[in-house]
Nanobody, 125 residues
Framework: QVQLVESGGGLVQAGGSLRLACVAS????????MGWFRQAPEKEREFVAA????????YYADSVKGRFTISRDNTKNTVYLRMDSLKPEDTAVYYC??????????????????WGQGTQVTVSS
């Protein structure tokens, strides 16, 4: 069983920055592909970014490409999402997710077996 705990959300003005962190339990974190998703009110959960087990490969949704950066520190069992140039439409609950089987970045929700509880990001205009 893997537990994921997100932190770093909050309220920020448009154009500002936040860094989310997700700490994972378990001794095999370095083998997991990791992803970030988000869900705005009355919308479906959508893919944001993903990273391979080594950190050497990343993948982003078009809506965040060039503004968000996903990274990981396997020594700390932590994956990060740096968010710059934030827009009001980035407002959502952000979730991290773990894929313990493939270890590669993927945008498909069904590939992820474990999910965190989410952290709220609110961007004011």
């Amino acid at each position: 069983q893997v537990q994921l705990v997100e932190s770093g959300g909050g309220l920020v003005q448009a154009g500002g920055s936040l860094r989310l962190a997700c700490v994972a339990s378990g001794r095999t974190f370095s083998r997991y592909g990791m992803g970030w998703f988000r869900q705005a009110p009355e919308k479906e959960r959508e893919f944001v970014a993903a990273i391979s087990w080594s950190g050497g490969s990343t993948y982003y949704a078009d809506s965040v490409k060039g503004r968000f950066t996903i990274s990981r520190d396997n020594t700390k069992n932590t994956v990060y999402l740096r968010m710059d140039s934030l827009k009001p439409e980035d407002t959502a609950v952000y979730y991290c997710a773990a894929d313990p089987r493939r270890g590669i970045p993927t945008m498909y929700r069904g590939s992820y077996d474990y999910w965190g509880q989410g952290t709220q990001v609110t961007v004011s205009s």
